[in-house]
């Protein structure tokens, strides 16, 4: 039998455990850690999902692993959030009762920017704090000698046949850092380190990755970004054109519309894109690949390449991504998981400095 | 010995089909032969190589004594049967080793034959793509189960215009994304339990009973290992 010797490189050890602190100090840490989980402890490996995950990822949960984002990025979506909120705070204070209190219908349009600018910011959450589509860890593990080696057969580019209606046989990898046989379409992002469902790509805007499990929240988040700043725009026209004063009059109305005007485009072309990707059933790391991953892909051509998930027409293929049901969680950080679970392990030589004892 | 997956690699830069196999399996040359005690290992020709069928179980904690006694028997995906199984897991309905690109083995004993010991622990491996699998449950008993699992997993997840997708759409449009957020999950729970169904097959399979608790042999809900494999847990081959 191998035993596991483990030579900590930790100066100071983050796990809680009751009997080094006294009973208020346990709790107190018990809620600072349910509140944000910034770091694991390789020596945790039991309880929820949120506690053990960060064992193996970059991610940082929040609220008892209801939230996510993951550490070490730029914390752009701050600025994104900001611009989210900053309108709908102006157009509150400043242009709401005007609108709603004049004689002609204009209340339906302030209803409706609510209610666009509502979705905009739950599908904002949604994309930038949910799993993804994260496959869980360590699941094809080879063998337990030398450190777990990698067998050299996993490091070939296997070739597996498709049905007989596909053109061209399918290819998949392993991955040496997860431990696993990646299913068709996923990849590994290295900013997140996990392997990711049908992914898309790592957006620095909201600091998560673009996956099975939240592509849908994100083309909602793009396309009501879209509605709610046209609707901002028209009421702010609205406005300006019902005041008989001048400019000095209604500033903020002045200040919204620019606002509205630019902050339309960004989230405008990259919803085009991305129906344009999904209509032709690739996803942006596919397409990067087809094109040289030097190129912008925003303004880049989508072509439709021979693409053995293509669904056959292009509404079939858009409604294929865009409506897909999320499925389960997979690495659930919620979930209560048994001890020692091999998801949860960090095998990798090169960080886990493990010496395996033969007796 | 029939070295199958050189000929499917050849199969391949030939622009013939490629023919399928279990990818987990792997080969080893460097082994302790069975049958001697003490026994040294020694290398092996190309002839006598192991192939690993069984794997560590990681779905039991390292020093547990579950994980001392079992393995794991890996049932790859497969992508040829249906043109779904590229977008939802589908798992190979043949046994370990009996794969169009299977490794065969010359011994004529049918079932796992165990050649030689390997990898931490000293595990049995025999020479031919069959696992000790094979020894619990007959070809058309496996078929019947990952049928079952395989259909289940179509009906769950390749449903994108079924009316619960549609109607979880429809309410999460009216409620500005609430419902799938926050009262769908409070409310009605089996909605969102996917995979009760299949949850509750291999529950049943796996309960005093069911056929896999009969020959010892527990199916992994294919939620836990991500759906990557449909991975059994058999007892440690001696």
């Given at each position: 039998m191998a035993l596991v010797s483990r030579r900590s490189t930790r100066s100071e050890s983050t796990s809680i455990s009751k009997e080094e602190h006294p009973e208020g100090a346990y709790l107190t840490k018990l809620f600072f850690r349910w509140l944000v989980t910034l770091e694991g402890d390789q020596d945790i490996n039991d309880g929820k999902g949120y506690i053990s995950i960060p064992n193996v990822s970059n991610y940082i949960f929040f609220l008892g692993g209801r939230f996510r984002t993951v550490k070490g990025a730029k914390p752009l979506w701050l600025g994104v959030l900001f611009v989210i909120l900053c309108p709908m705070v102006l157009f509150s204070i400043f242009e709401t009762h005007k609108l709603w209190h004049t004689r002609n219908g204009y209340k339906v349009l302030v209803i409706l920017f609510y209610y666009f600018w509502a979705i905009t910011l739950a599908s904002f959450i949604r994309t930038a704090t949910s799993d993804p589509g994260v496959l869980p860890r360590n699941i094809h593990l080879g063998q337990l000698r030398n450190n777990y080696q990698i067998p050299q057969e996993y490091y070939n580019l296997i070739t597996l046949p498709t049905h007989s209606s596909v053109s061209k046989d399918i290819t998949i990898k392993y991955c040496q850092s997860c431990r696993i046989w990646r299913p068709p379409r996923s990849s590994h992002c290295s900013t997140c380190n996990v392997c990711v469902m049908v992914h898309d790509h790592h957006c620095i805007w909201v600091n998560n990755c673009i996956g099975k499990r939240n592509y849908r929240f994100f083309l909602v988040f793009l396309l009501s970004a879209v509605i709610s700043s046209i609707i901002l725009l028209a009421n702010c026209a609205i406005h300006i054109a019902r005041?008989?004063?001048?400019p000095g009059h209604y500033p903020v109305a002045i200040l919204l519309l620019c606002y509205a005007g630019l902050t339309l485009w960004y989230p405008a072309i990259l919803f085009t894109y991305h129906v344009f990707m999904a209509g032709t059933q690739q996803t942006t790391r596919e397409f990067l690949k087809g094109i040289g991953s030097k190129k912008n892909p925003v303004f880049h051509r989508v072509t439709k390449e021979q693409n053995i998930f293509d669904k056959g027409s292009f509404l079939n293929n858009l409604g294929y991504l865009m409506l897909k049901p999320r499925g389960p969680s997979f690495v659930s950080a919620r979930k209560q998981h048994e001890a020692g679970d091999w998801r949860f392990m960090d095998l990798s030589p090169a960080h886990s400095f493990e010496k395996i004892q033969e007796i | 010995m029939c070295t199958s997956h050189q000929r499917e690699e050849d199969s391949a830069t030939t622009g013939e089909r490629a023919l399928f196999f279990n990818y987990h399996e792997f080969s080893y040359s460097f082994y302790e032969d069975l049958g001697s005690k003490n026994a040294k290992p020694t290398e092996h020709d190309e002839d006598h190589k192991l192939c690993i069928t069984h794997f560590p179980n990681v779905y039991a904690a390292r020093g547990s004594s579950e994980f001392q006694v079992t393995r794991v028997v890996r049932v790859p995906r497969r992508f040829d049967e249906s043109r779904s199984s590229l977008d939802t897991p589908q798992f190979s309905?043949?046994?370990?080793?009996?794969?169009?690109a299977a490794i065969v083995g010359d011994d004529e004993r049918s079932g796992f034959v165990g050649f030689g010991r390997y990898d931490t622990g000293g595990h049995v491996f025999g020479c031919?793509?069959?696992?000790?699998l094979s020894d619990h449950l007959s070809a058309a008993e496996f078929a019947e189960i990952v049928c079952r699992v395989n259909e289940f997993l179509l009906r769950e997840e390749g449903c994108v215009y079924g009316w619960r997708n549609m109607c979880c759409l429809v309410l999460d449009i009216l409620t500005g994304g609430l419902w799938s957020w926050v009262l769908g999950p409070l409310l009605s729970r089996p909605v969102f339990q996917e995979s009760l169904v299949l949850e509750q097959y291999v529950a049943q399979l796996n309960s005093p009973g069911g056929l896999l608790y009969e020959r010892g042999v527990r199916l992994v809900l294919p939620r836990r290992s991500g759906c990557l494999s449909l991975d059994f847990v058999v007892p440690r081959p001696e």
């Open positions: 005041e008989s004063g001048g | 309905t043949q046994l370990p080793g009996d794969e169009p031919s793509s069959v696992s000790p």
